[in-house]
């Protein structure tokens, strides 16, 4: 086996190198989970209160496209699947994927492969170290999950299900990340591609489950929700998770072998000579660099609005079927059913969209670990053009995709047969998030300007914002708390009226964290300090 | 559009670069120079000085300052104290203002992976506004580079070559090279002398660091050698040579007695009639009369290289300050 040769080696340096990284989403993810069986005991101490809540859920159409078909739901542990299942999936498939495609494609793209294939180190190695350690990961997360929830005291065959289920999905996303790491020779793209592939799995279950469920056999966390952890068990939709890892495995090392080390599948080809008249100034350099990831955030923000748009009508038909219960339901917001469920889809879509946000500021910090910002500083332009460049592409791409958004929702819902006079308002619903994004990039930026080494705090706090917006009842966090995240100051169209204030409010906040981000910019040594 | 900017330049350059009775100027001046990273000390007092319009080499071993004192005069890097003044002005205060009048190659040359040569070097030359197409065409013919391909797809040497020429390519009064041939093949770093020498001959000044001594000979005025953050020897290479030794090698007639108890002689080695030995070159005239004196069969007499006066410089305080070295060394990554 001279391919694999030097795998315990590299295996071992990963642990050692990535240990805090490796750590922190384990716990983190976990974490979360365990949270939730305690949030969800606190919210339905009683077996009435959680009979009461299934039966209301069960025509929750809102509910069912955020988090999958309702089962089990009147036992504890059916609420925890149906309340952190979905999520816990796509954070145990996002944990599987940044992990792959920095392990795999980041070291290629870096170089560093090169000098460890150098060695004494089999063509396979570093990937299939990579692989066993993400595989380890995924592990961990599942088999401490099934252990917090049974700790937890609820029913063992459903934890030790749930826990496989997490397992398997990250398996099968992080089969996906190989696969794609051989396709392109940029990382970016293989994380756009595979979180693609993710947004992709996560809307088809929402359509599938609000239908009649067949289109959630075509989803990865469809498939493992099909289980039915805490109802009435199966194990044999997860040997389908099972195949499609080995599937995508297999494929990804037979590309593996067909290929140079640092290319593609795709041979690059020549450019042009000259350089377009756009690309003669720091803004239209900022743009030409973040295009790609523009429109790769877009086509996801794209998928997700068409597939909740779609779904509209139906959240339409569930209230027909039981007026009374709709009306109990949304009496505490207001209004109607529809339009709580749009005002939850524009928030996930919001959230979603803030990666590209936080991604796109956090350019200027990459720019300059990377020496390229050296070379930009050396000619006329100003550290404050520099980074205003990129911060306006990251505030003028949050307009963009949260346009795109409302359109794709509003136009979907229309089509569907919701009518297309919701049009207008489901876009403005949808622009109304942008300075709590905007909020986000000035966070993002003060941080590089006066603490540079710690700009990926930013990232945790979207993490702590997407927490608060989806569990933030659930795990009974004080109003105060959640009300430090920036999305939940944002009027909930269309389900409330609009106010001006809060939204000023936030984009002079904005702006002030952008003002402290610049100059602290303009204090500091550049470089990778 | 060029000719108007030409213009704007030619009177531009007039105030710092000659003063009105006509004297030659200073292009960089720093004294005192200190810059820490946490408890590493980069430069510690350094004075370095470089007369406009001259091609000035900055000589140092890996890790003497030479990148982080070329990034205190770009203003990308505030000293901790000391004082630096380049053309004139505050590279920290004044780095837009100055950015117009230099150009610079970064010794790591980090560029973007998804963008071609070409794209890069236009965009340079945009934002500085002296983007001049014909130049930059001329050389890239001159340094066989194919702006067409992705920086991605460059090698190393390439790589440097995309910034060499968005350089050269410019206006800039002032360049500022770090190690700029590190990746390039003998032939291509035969055209970047050629380069340089028009540079020079159009009166601009060049800031070349190097630890490359051939080059800095080829092509240097006056150099500079920094080590651990200082300067530790300064001036034209004529001038330091005579701080340093001729070798020889004789074959006397007579047996070498007596060269041993002559100053300035040193490592003399007699082997039977033929001796080995250096001498301080302003002792020579007596060491050459004694040698006339035993009889001269045979005479190989060559001047100081730079190499020699490095490895002299460097061999011996090495071997003195092991403990300095050893610090420096644990705080280079």
């Known amino acids: 086996m001279t391919g694999l040769t030097g795998t315990r080696a590299l295996t071992r340096f990963i642990l050692r190198r990535d240990r805090v990284r490796i750590l922190v989403w384990i716990v983190a993810i976990v974490a979360l989970a365990a949270l939730t069986v305690v949030g969800i005991k606190g919210v339905f101490p009683t077996q009435a209160a959680l009979d009461q809540t299934a039966a209301a859920t069960a025509h929750n159409a809102a509910a069912i496209a955020f988090n999958g078909a309702p089962q089990g739901l009147n036992t504890v542990g059916g609420q925890v699947a149906f309340q952190f299942g979905a999520g816990g999936m796509v954070l145990v498939a996002l944990m599987s994927i940044f992990m792959l495609g920095r392990l795999t494609r980041g070291e290629e793209e870096a170089g560093r492969l090169e000098v460890v294939?150098?060695?004494?180190?089999?063509?396979?190695?570093?990937?299939?170290?990579?692989?066993?350690?993400?595989?380890?990961?995924?592990?961990?997360?599942?088999?401490?999950?099934?252990?917090?929830?049974?700790?937890?005291?609820?029913?063992?065959?459903?934890?030790?299900?749930?826990?496989?289920?997490l397992i398997l999905v990250g398996f099968v996303f992080g089969g996906v990340a190989l696969f794609v790491a051989q396709v392109t020779e940029n990382t970016r793209v293989v994380y756009g591609a595979a979180g693609a592939a993710l947004g992709a799995a996560y809307v088809l279950r929402a359509v599938g489950d609000i239908g009649d469920g067949t289109v959630s056999w075509f989803s990865p966390i469809g498939v493992a929700q099909k289980a039915r952890p805490f109802a009435d068990e199966r194990w044999w939709p997860l040997l389908l998770l099972v195949a499609a890892t080995v599937l995508l495995v297999a494929a990804a090392s037979a590309l593996a072998v067909r290929r140079d080390l640092g290319a593609g599948l795709v041979a690059p080809r020549p450019g042009p000579a000259a350089a377009a008249p756009t690309l003669g100034h720091p803004l239209g350099l900022a743009f030409r660099l973040q295009r790609g990831s523009l429109l790769g955030w877009g086509a996801g923000v794209l998928v997700v609005g068409i597939g909740y748009g779609w779904i509209g009508p139906s959240v339409d038909a569930f209230i027909g079927q039981n007026k009374a219960l709709a009306e109990l339901l949304a009496g505490a917001g207001g209004g109607s059913l529809t339009d709580l469920y749009f005002a939850a889809s524009f928030r996930l879509m919001a959230l979603l969209a803030t990666g590209f946000a936080i991604g796109s500021t956090l350019r200027v910090r990459s720019e300059e670990t990377s020496m390229r910002a050296d070379v930009i500083l050396a000619t006329p332009v100003s550290r404050w053009r520099f980074a205003a460049s990129h911060l306006a592409v990251a505030c003028a791409g949050s307009v963009i995709l949260l346009a795109v958004a409302g359109l794709a929702t509003g136009l979907a819902y229309g089509l569907a047969g919701g009518g297309l006079q919701s049009v207008p308002r489901l876009f403005v619903a949808a622009l109304v998030y942008a300075p709590a994004m905007w909020v986000m990039v000035g966070l993002a930026i003060a941080l590089d300007g006066l603490a540079p080494r710690w700009v990926g705090a930013s990232w945790a706090i979207l993490a702590a914002c997407v927490v608060v917006g989806f569990l933030g009842a659930v795990l009974n966090l004080p109003r105060w708390l959640q009300d430090l995240s920036p999305f939940e100051r944002v009027p909930q169209l269309p389900a409330a009226s609009l106010t001006v204030l809060p939204l000023l409010a936030m984009s002079v906040l904005a702006a002030g964290l952008i003002l402290i981000g610049l100059t602290g910019l303009r204090r500091r040594d550049i470089g990778r300090i | 559009m060029t000719n108007e900017w030409e213009a704007g330049y030619v009177s531009e350059r007039g105030p710092w670069s000659r003063c009105d009775d006509g004297h030659v100027t200073v292009a960089i001046s720093t004294s005192g120079l200190t810059k820490n990273f946490g408890s590493t000390r980069a430069l510690d007092g350094l004075d370095l000085s470089v007369t406009a319009g001259e091609v000035h080499g900055f000589l140092g071993p890996n890790g003497s300052g030479k990148t982080t004192t070329i990034r205190v005069l770009l203003g990308l890097l505030r000293a901790d104290s000391g004082s630096v003044e380049l053309l004139g002005k505050d590279p920290w205060r004044d780095a837009v203002e100055l950015h117009r009048r230099l150009a610079y190659v970064p010794g790591e040359v980090s560029l973007w992976p998804n963008l071609t040569g070409g794209e890069v070097i236009d965009l340079f030359g945009r934002l500085r506004g002296d983007l001049d197409r014909r130049r930059r065409d001329e050389l890239l013919e001159r340094f066989l580079l194919d702006p067409t391909k992705q920086i991605r797809s460059y090698s190393r040497g390439n790589r440097q070559k995309v910034a060499l020429v968005a350089a050269l390519a410019s206006d800039a009064e002032l360049l500022l090279l770090d190690e700029p041939t590190s990746g390039l093949d003998p032939l291509m770093e035969a055209i970047f002398q050629d380069c340089i020498r028009e540079v020079k001959a159009q009166g601009r000044t060049v800031l070349l660091s190097s630890h490359i001594l051939a080059e800095v000979e080829a092509l240097c005025d006056r150099l500079s050698i920094i080590r651990l953050g200082r300067i530790v020897e300064g001036g034209t290479l004529a001038e330091l040579r005579h701080l340093t030794r001729t070798s020889i090698i004789a074959e006397t007639v007579r047996p070498a007695q007596g060269l041993a108890d002559l100053e300035g002689i040193h490592n003399l080695d007699i082997d039977g009639a033929q001796v080995r030995f250096e001498v301080d070159t302003d002792q020579l005239d007596p060491v050459v009369r004694r040698l006339g004196e035993l009889g001269i069969r045979s005479l190989v007499s060559h001047p100081p290289t730079l190499e020699e006066l490095f490895l002299r410089h460097y061999g011996d305080e090495l071997a003195q300050e092991p403990e300095r070295v050893d610090r420096q060394r644990a705080a280079t990554p």
């Not at chain 1, 299939?128 to 937890?152: F, K």
């Open chain 1, 117 to 165: 294939r150098s060695l004494p180190v089999g063509i396979h190695a570093n990937t299939l170290a990579a692989a066993i350690t993400v595989a380890t990961m995924n592990l961990a997360v599942g088999a401490l999950t099934s252990g917090a929830l049974m700790a937890q005291g609820l029913p063992a065959v459903g934890s030790v299900l749930f826990g496989v289920s």
